[in-house]
Each structure stands twice: as C-alpha cells, then as structure tokens.
C-alpha cells in the first residue's frame, strides 16, 4: 500500500465491508474511517457526508458491489472524483502484480490474484480472489472479475463487463463491452458487445440498436 | 361450457402440418422488429412455418426473402441478426433489393448461364406488412389484406405504441416445451395471476376476471352448434382475437430513476396488453416506459420458441447505463416467464389421448370462441 494518507471507504454492500476490514487489517496504523450508504443515497451522495474529510488531506475508495453492470459503482466514483478527491486502490499482499503491470485508481484486488507482465488495469475494475489476468491483457474500465475468473494472455476485457466464477476468457479472445458472462465456461472467441451470458435464460441475451 | 379442443391439435404431427398449412400458411404473422432491420444492410433471420426467411434492408427499402442461395441451397445469412450485403458466403452469389441475382463471380466464365436463365435467378419474396415498429410477413401465395385479419382499431393502436419504441433491443429466445395456442389459452386468462404469478406479476397489478354475458351466451351458442362457420363470419370472429390496450391498473407503479430519460407511451399508470393473433403477445408493465414483445413460434406440436424482445421508450437522449436496465428488467421479466413456461409444460405433459376435455368457465368466452374458430378451419369447415 503506497498511500498513507487518511482513507475513507464510501458504499454499501459486500465490496464495502470487505474493503473495509481488509484495508484495517494490513494497515493497521492508517487512519481509515467508513461512510456507508443507503440504497437512495448511493446516487444522490449527500455533499454534508463527507464535509468533515478534505479531498486534499483525504484518499477515497468507492465501494459498491457488481450491480446495474458496475455503473453504480462508476457513478459514486466520479461523484466523488468531481469533488475533488483522488481514489486509492487496494491490492492484497498475496495477490502477486507483476511490476511492469498497471493498476489504475479505485481497483480492488483481491488475495491470491496474478496479474501478468505488462497487463492493465483501468479505474474502478474488481479481480476477485484467484483471479488471473495474463501477459498484455487488459481490463477497461469498471469490470468486475469475480473469484478464479481467468483471462488469458492479450485478451482484452470491454468496458462495464462482469465476469462470474469460473469464466475462462482464452488467451487473445475479445470479450466486448456492457457483457455479463454468468455461467462457468471457457469462451475461446470474441464476445460481441452486450452479450449476457445467465443460467436463467436458455441462450444468450443480446442488445442490438440501430 | 366444454370445450372442443381435442388433444391431437396440441400432440399430433398432422393436427401441426395442417395447422401450418391452414393457419400459418395463410395469416399474417410477427417477423420482427423495424429497429433491427433500420440500417442498410441490417438484416434478421427466423425460421417460420418451416421457411428460412431473410428480412434485410437495402438502401432504406425493406425486403423479405427465402433465405436460401440458389446456386447450392446454402443459407444467404448465417446468424439471426446481422449487418451485412446479401451475399452468399459460400461462392460470392450476391442479391439485390428486387432478390436478383446481381453479382454471380465468374459467371460468364465458368457457369455460362444464358440471358434467359440469369433473369429466371430470383429469389423467392415475401409481402411484408409494417404497422409502426412491428413487422409482419405473409406466406400465401395470395395473402388476404391485413385490415382482413385485424381490425383498424387494432392497428392504430399497435402503430401508435410501437412508434414508441426505442431502437435499443434486448432479444433473447426460450426454448420451451408446449403446444402455442397453449400460450394464448394462458394469455386470454386473467384468473391464473393470483395463483401462477402471487410473488411476482400479481404484486404488482390486479387481473380480475370478468364475464361478458354477451359474449359468454354467443361462445355457449357457438361451441354447441354443428354448423359449421362461414368465411365471412370466421373472419369477422378472428378480428376480434387480436386486441389491445390498458388492461389493468397498476397497484403501486414503480417510479425509475431512467423514466425521466425516456419519453413515455400515454400517461396512465395500467398495465398493457396486445394480443396479435395467432401468435404474437405485446404487454407494457411499466405504463407505456417499456416494453416487451413475445414471438411465439411453433417448431413442433410440443415446442415452441418463444423470443422475446426488451426495449424501453424512445430515450429522450442517451445514457451510458442504458444496457444496464435492459439487462435488469430482462431478469426480472424472466421470473414471471418462466412461471408461464412452468406451468404451460406441465399442461403439455399431462395431455394423452385418453385426457379430459378441457371445462372452461364464462369467464373465458373468448378462449371457447377461438376454439370454435380453430376446430372448424382445422376440419376443413372454412379456410382463410
């Protein structure tokens, strides 16, 4: 963790109580406080919330879980952005990132992930616990890869895309953006944009617009 | 009442032929959804009444053709939905809007087709009818006037609520386990909500039934009688099958953070419906804000693909998050489907040749009033 900052979590849900009790565990001398939302609250951010933490003096993280594709979570992060604040991103101490990997702010990853050589990380992306991202791959922003979630090497994940536990994304596959891919699988060619992938339903859903 | 529905017109290979033949074959039916063919080249694929059909559009014109090359029979399009010239894939032959055989690589040199034999190469068109957004196609070889099959009440009402539609579609299929007409049968049924849908469908608004004692005493008279339908009277009666509007209040209608986004269908809080017989169900559940549409299409006497389109009102102006509520109004649809599904699979299976007849009540007049209708085309007593 290179930020020492105070850090202040804001959200609601798993993510927020995950980050939460993690962040306090590995540092343990940090000043890190928590502001949880209600569910209305996630999209309005009440400006008073957060008057008592100096965007200058202050780190965020905006924690909210996969839902509505990520953009929850997107939105309370540029609300909080546009006020002035920068996010910090966590990265567990045994998950292993390469050194010439790139992570951007407000990413969550999660113990046991491998990120490789050269890979990158957009803003606001999840890769939960045993996840793998390959040589030159890259998440854009705002995905959520769940647990054991692997991606190959030079694949490319499109924006506000989820992946569910046990996705395998073949090496240089395409998954497009505004996916879900919620049924555990091997995908070894692209997936076009606004694919979902869901075991309630008996193929795949698509959105085509003109 | 009993009804007249016999269990071979939902198990038996030949009750389905015929019906394809005899009903299918000659009614207007649902294709597809203009959003998706808006753009040139932009085509959509389906397979009904056993005929691979291509609905593609060239330069602005919308066209409906066999879907087949006919070099070697090699399907024109591949996938269901697509952008792409109308070519064959497999040695280049390429169509234009009349379904001309335009470009034939290497014609002169190695197929050395004559002038008479190159005009001959056309491929087999389809009359499309388009209401609003809704498209229909028609297989006969002599297909009835469209305000035949459906009233111009009915129309106005389908163009006006599909003119509503976004160009934004979610489309998925189910392949499900019944009969069709079971589907209809259900959908004509506003008794079974409370019962198929309590957590679901039947929170959120209340079906009551309720009898028309004009209708109920013509269905009781003409389910009875021996005599067969006239044309004239069997059209009239099937006009009135296909119906549409507000159905039902909505008990607590749920006020979205995107309805402010899109521009609303009517301004009432009810639940819609349209029924476009045969085989075609439009509901909104949200008061005109969205919408879905439900193909129902036979594939046999016991399955049924049922595709069904998401789409919301036209946005006033693009939002980034749009696909996120398709996505999650889809899901949540799929509850109340697949309770329907549940339950019309189970009908299917129970039905056998030694199965009770069907007892329906008053309430349900117009599902006895399309049987009546149904069993005397199927007989042979009028055609379409």
Redesign the interface.
């Known amino acids: 963790m290179a930020d020492h900052e105070p850090l202040l979590i804001v959200g609601a849900g798993n993510l927020f109580e995950r980050a939460l009790l993690q962040w306090r565990q590995l540092e343990p001398g940090r000043e890190i406080r928590a502001l949880e939302l209600e569910v209305d609250e996630i ?1 309005t951010l009440p400006e008073s919330a957060l008057f008592p933490y100096a965007p200058e003096k202050t780190r965020v993280f905006a924690a909210i879980d996969s ?3 990520n ?1 929850a979570r997107l939105d309370l992060f540029t609300r909080l952005r546009l006020l002035g604040y920068r996010a910090a991103t966590f990265v567990h101490p045994r998950a292993s990132v390469d050194p010439s990997a790139r992570v951007a702010e407000n990413c969550f990853i999660a113990e046991g992930a491998i990120v490789g050589p050269e890979a990158r990380i957009a803003y606001n992306c999840h890769v939960g616990a045993g996840a793998t991202i390959g040589f030159r791959a890259e998440m854009q922003h705002s995905c959520w890869l769940d647990a054991g979630v692997l991606c190959g090497d030079r694949c490319r994940i499109g924006t ?1 895309s989820t992946l569910g536990p046990g996705t395998v994304i073949g090496h240089g596959v395409k998954v497009g953006s ?1 996916c ?1 891919l919620e049924i555990p699988g091997q995908h070894a060619s692209d997936v076009p944009d ?1 694919t ?1 992938i ?1 075991p ?11 | 009442m009993r009804s007249n529905m016999d269990h071979r017109y939902y198990l038996s290979e030949e009750a389905y032929r015929r019906e394809q033949e005899l009903l299918f074959g000659r009614l207007w039916q649902f294709l597809t959804l203009k ?2 063919v ?2 040139h080249n ?1 085509f959509v694929t389906r397979r009904l009444c056993g005929i691979p059909v291509v609905v593609q559009n060239f330069q602005g014109e919308i066209h409906a053709f066999q879907n087949v090359c006919l070099h070697r029979q090699q399907a024109l399009q591949w996938e269901s ?1 697509g952008r792409r010239p109308l070519v064959c894939r497999y040695h280049a032959w390429g169509y234009n809007a009349r379904g001309e055989a335009e470009n034939i690589p290497f014609c002169e040199d190695i197929y050395r087709f004559s002038d008479a034999r190159r005009k001959e190469l056309r491929l087999r068109e389809y009359p499309l009818e388009i209401i609003g957004n809704v498209i229909f196609v028609n297989f006969s070889p002599d297909p009835i006037p469209i305000g035949e099959q459906f009233d111009t009440g009915f129309l106005e009402s389908l163009r006006s609520s599909s003119e509503a539609y976004d ?9 499900a386990q019944f009969n069709w007409k079971l589907a209809y049968e259900n959908l004509r049924d506003p008794n079974h909500p409370r019962f198929v849908h309590p957590q679901s469908l039947a929170k959120a608004v209340t079906f009551l039934p309720r009898i028309d004692e004009a209708m109920s005493a013509e269905a009781k008279t003409l389910s009875t009688s021996d005599a067969p339908l006239q044309r004239e009277a069997a059209m009239a009666l099937m006009r009135r099958f296909s119906w549409g509007g507000p159905d039902a209040p909505l008990d607590d209608a749920p006020g979205y ?1 995107w309805h402010r986004r899109v521009e609303r269908w009517g301004s009432a809080d009810w639940y819609y419906n349209w029924l476009a017989f045969p085989n075609l169900h439009i509901a909104s559940a949200t008061g005109g804000y969205s919408f879905i549409v439900e193909h129902h299409v036979p594939v046999a006497p016991g399955r049924t693909d049922l595709l069904v389109h998401w789409v919301t009102a036209k946005k006033s102006a693009r939002y ?2 749009s ?2 509520v ?3 109004h ?2 949540g649809a ?1 509850t109340v489907l ?1 309770e329907d599904i549940k339950v019309m699979e189970m009908v299917q299976a129970a039905l056998h040749e030694r199965a009770p007849a069907p007892s329906p009540g008053d309430y349900e007049a117009m599902n006895m009033l399309v049987d009546k209708w149904y069993v005397d085309l199927m007989e042979g007593r009028f055609a379409i």
Do not use: N
């Open positions: 999209a839902s509505a594709l953009f506000h505004y879900a606004r979902y869901h309630l339903f008996d193929r795949a859903v698509r959105i085509l617009s003109a | 959003p998706l808006s753009k932009a939905e160009d934004e579609v979610m489309l998925t299929t189910f392949h953070e980034a998050w696909p996120a398709l996505y999650s889809m899901v799929r697949a």
